[in-house]
């Protein structure tokens, strides 16, 4: 049996899949990564704010209350740029996703190629031997008829 023409592409293209899988789960980590800083962020600032209310029910003075609303900015600040690296890691993990599957179509491409040489070569094989059958077994009646 021919060994598959393309089976180097094939090995090749395994290996891509296998390293854009590795790369996506690499960039699905990263993105829950900076999702979980984005919400503890968020819970930071609530809570924040809620003392900041609590705060200025039982009375505060006003440098007290520039401090709580300068800090509450900052901490919008980092909010704004957490969601932008939030934003950014999903552009990422799609464009991570989108190579994992160019790649994969090109791996089940290669297999069904792959699968179609075999088929085919089992087939050439199957005929070799039915021929080499009905040559024997002719070469037997001959024989008989001699």
């Given at each position: ?5 393309l ?37 930071y ?71 179609r ?30």
């Amino acid at each position: 049996m021919k060994s598959f023409p393309l089976q180097t592409l094939l090995d090749l293209s395994n290996a891509r899949m296998d390293d854009a899988a590795r790369q996506l789960g690499q960039l699905l980590a990263s993105e829950q990564a900076v999702e979980q800083t984005l919400a503890l962020l968020i819970q930071y600032r609530d809570e924040y704010e809620s003392r900041l209310s609590q705060a200025a029910r039982n009375g505060m003075a006003r440098d007290e209350w520039r401090n709580y609303q300068s800090f509450l900015g900052r901490l919008d600040e980092a909010i704004a740029q957490q969601r932008a690296l939030v934003d950014a890691s999903r552009l990422r993990t799609a464009d991570g996703q989108k190579a994992w599957l160019d790649q994969r179509n090109k791996v089940k491409a290669f297999d069904t190629l792959s699968q179609r040489h075999k088929e085919n070569e089992v087939r050439i094989e199957a005929k070799t031997e039915q021929r080499e059958q009905d040559e024997h077994a002719a070469k037997g009646f001959r024989g008989r008829e001699e």
